[in-house]
T-cell receptor, first 111, second 113 residues
Framework: SQQGEEDPQALSIQEGENATMNCSYK?????LQWYRQNSGRGLVHLIL?????REKHSGRLRVTLDTSKKSSSLLITASRAADTASYFC???????????FGTGTRLTIIP | DTAVSQTPKYLVTQMGNDKSIKCEQN?????MYWYKQDSKKFLKIMFS???????INETVPNRFSPKSPDKAHLNLHINSLELGDSAVYFC????????????FGPGTRLLVL
């Protein structure tokens, strides 16, 4: 079964606005990662948040983690056209030697 | 310098053929992976290797055979290709096992006709 599910599946916003996407997962995790995938490219790591952390920042990115609700959110502030991409969360579950990727949110920034 | 490279970038072939995809990483990482991304962008792990040893074989048909000649290379050989094998295949690597940051190659787009 799918471990991580992003919401919404697709999001279109005007350049300069903030974009928020969410990830829900089903089992306990050690950490959660967010990746970006530009069209026709491989995934690029954005940020990792550990299960004992609640919030993390990196430039225009802000990630929150709520382990009680088994959810995470990725906020991109002051969006730019170059932020147009698909965004995936990935979780590791204790005991499984792998990352499980979510279904992705396709973000389109309208210039 | 490309950190994780894959060849070929595109692969178009007939059903029943055998093909290989090569992957190399110059990051000095111990762990390498093969992922399959389907047409709906769903990314699923196929194999992982740590220091040339198989760690994960995620219920992949045995037509798929990974080979790791050294820890910088993880190749994927596919026998008797089927239509359902059409997908994008990504190689990735990480330094400290699966929990750390994974670095992805550019992908190999496989189309089976």
């Amino acid at each position: 079964s799918q471990q991580g599910e992003e919401d919404p599946q697709a999001l279109s916003i005007q350049e300069g606005e903030n974009a928020t996407m969410n990830c829900s997962y089903k089992t306990s995790i050690n950490n959660l990662q967010w990746y970006r995938q530009n069209s026709g490219r491989g995934l690029v790591h954005l940020i990792l948040i550990r299960s004992n952390e609640r919030e993390k920042h990196s430039g225009r990115l802000r990630v929150t983690l709520d382990t009680s609700k088994k959810s995470s959110s990725l906020l991109i502030t002051a969006s730019r056209a170059a932020d147009t991409a698909s965004y995936f969360c990935a979780t590791d579950q204790g005991g499984n030697e792998k990352l499980t990727f979510g279904t992705g949110t396709r973000l389109t920034i309208i210039p | 310098d490309t950190a994780v490279s894959q060849t070929p970038k595109y692969l178009v072939t007939q059903m029943g053929n055998d093909k290989s995809i090569k992957c190399e990483q110059n990051l000095g990482h111990d762990t390498m992976y093969w992922y399959k991304q389907d047409s709906k962008k769903f990314l699923k792990i196929m194999f992982s290797y740590n220091n040339k040893e198989l760690i994960i074989n995620e219920t992949v048909p045995n037509r798929f055979s990974p080979k790791s000649p050294d820890k910088a290379h993880l190749n994927l050989h596919i026998n008797s290709l089927e239509l359902g094998d059409s997908a994008v295949y990504f190689c990735a690597s990480s330094q400290k096992g699966f929990r750390g940051t994974q670095y992805f190659g550019p992908g190999t787009r496989l189309l089976v006709l």
